[in-house]
């Protein structure tokens, strides 16, 4: 008879939630110290990501500020839902998948993971399922293998002659000092794979998937255990023969960039990827914003604009930076959208919507909107606002997107559709 399945015990908490009561049993206080340090450190966070209040008695009250993702604290997975999704369902782990392989620069297929256990799966097992899937599929052939350039000398030139070391030629005239080209297996590639198997092998919960990643990891033994840098991992190319490990790359992506620290040795002890939350959710913004803009013929983008020339006193021209401004065929701006990673209220506050008007008036744009993050269905809500400089009036929308319809199969095209919409709505209608 099959052993059951032991799954490390889990503590969920919601970003800016409210703060919740735990038993300390189990849980390293001190390990999550450490986790909160490194974290705010390499994540650049202005406090602790887990705010930990010690109630006595053998209890703590945890609170999630800024992150989202999953950390291990000894035998315990504490997972940190975003603020923008609804921790009612457990789909919400599926729905932050989602976003995360988007905002990541490639938009995987869900065929790649297990469609029926989905939304049961802790981060982690679902990174790994993919991870598994497609490592298996690509390595098939092998992995790619690269050049690797190694300083030399000898009695015979086998490369070219390395002038840099011109000193050591003349020293000893008998032996040539070259640079020479070798193929080796030891690539970025092959690093970020062995890394990132190490890695989810010390977070998942179900044991087959931990074995199967230690299996890879024990074949990549002769390659560097140390992970490129992740500017380095983001310019790995792969060729047509190897594009079934595209998503096995962008898993790594995904780990180098959530996890910032560098994984603790031996028991994984501090072990876990975060993502800062506000980030992930003005990228997958744009992303939505860029489908949107080319299925009505226009194009977006994200660039600093100088306004405001200097006429008197010291100073430079004033500068600002729209999360999306949308231009049509000649380039000209149509319409701008700034994500709002905050609770929609009745209204925006004052100076978000003072940020994006300040945009419609320099770029020219009557069309203008903040998007906010939700969890429900909910409909925008659109001002008139008139200039009392003679100006023409703009139609300011706060735009909801309900994020939580990405658990859905036609999801993403929802939300583009409702940048559509708005996009093409009559103006003042």
Excluded at 128 to 149: E, I, N, V, W
Excluded at 348 to 370: E, F, N
């Amino acid at each position: 008879m099959a052993c059951d399945v032991v799954v490390p015990p889990r503590i969920q908490i919601q970003e800016y939630g409210e703060a919740l009561p735990f038993s300390t049993e189990g849980l390293d206080l001190h390990a999550l110290d450490n986790a909160n340090k490194r974290w705010r450190r390499e994540l650049g966070l202005a406090g602790d990501p887990i705010r930990v209040e010690d109630l006595g008695s053998g209890f703590v009250r945890l609170r999630a500020e800024a992150v989202t993702g999953v950390l291990r604290v000894g035998n315990i997975d504490v997972q940190i839902a975003p603020k923008f999704l609804s921790t009612v369902e457990e789909s919400w782990q599926a729905v932050l998948w989602r976003i995360l392989t988007v905002v990541e620069g490639g938009h995987v297929e869900d065929s790649l993971t297990a469609a029926e256990q989905l939304n049961s799966q802790s981060m982690p097992d679902l990174l790994a399922d993919m991870f598994l899937r497609s490592y298996t599929k690509g390595a098939a052939r092998g992995l790619p293998r690269g050049y690797q350039s190694e300083k030399m000398s000898g009695s015979v030139l086998r490369g070219s002659i390395d002038i840099s070391r011109l000193g050591e030629w003349i020293a000893r005239p008998w032996e040539v000092q070259y640079t020479a080209d070798f193929l080796t297996d030891d690539t970025p590639l092959a690093r970020l794979l062995r890394w990132s198997a190490q890695c989810l092998a010390a977070t998942v919960t179900a044991p087959g998937r931990a074995r199967a990643l230690r299996e890879i990891t024990a074949g990549l033994a002769h390659v560097s255990m140390h992970p490129p840098h992740l500017i380095d991992a983001q310019r790995i190319s792969l060729g047509i023969q190897h594009q079934a490990l595209e998503p096995a790359r962008i898993v790594g992506l995904l780990l180098l960039d959530g996890a910032g620290i560098h994984h603790a040795s031996g028991e994984h002890a501090l072990s876990g990827f975060l993502w800062n939350s506000d980030v992930i959710y003005e990228k997958y913004t744009f992303w939505l914003c860029q489908r949107a803009a080319s299925q009505h013929g226009s194009r977006v983008d994200k660039r600093r604009i100088n306004f405001g020339d200097v006429i008197s006193g010291a100073g430079s021209r004033l500068v600002m930076e729209p999360d999306v401004v949308f231009r049509d065929d000649k380039g000209t701006p149509v319409a701008v959208i700034d994500s709002k990673y905050k609770r929609l209220g009745n209204r925006p506050k004052s100076p978000d919507t003072y940020q994006v008007l300040s945009a419609a008036h320099v770029l020219g744009c009557q069309r203008i909107s903040l998007a906010y993050p939700v969890a429900q269905d909910r409909e925008p809500t659109i001002w008139r606002i008139s200039s009392a400089l003679g100006g023409r009036d703009i139609e300011l929308t706060v735009l909801p997107l309900n994020l939580m319809s990405l658990a859905q199969p036609y999801g993403p095209q929802r939300l583009i559709d409702t940048i559509g919409a708005w996009l093409k709505r009559p103006l003042f209608s």
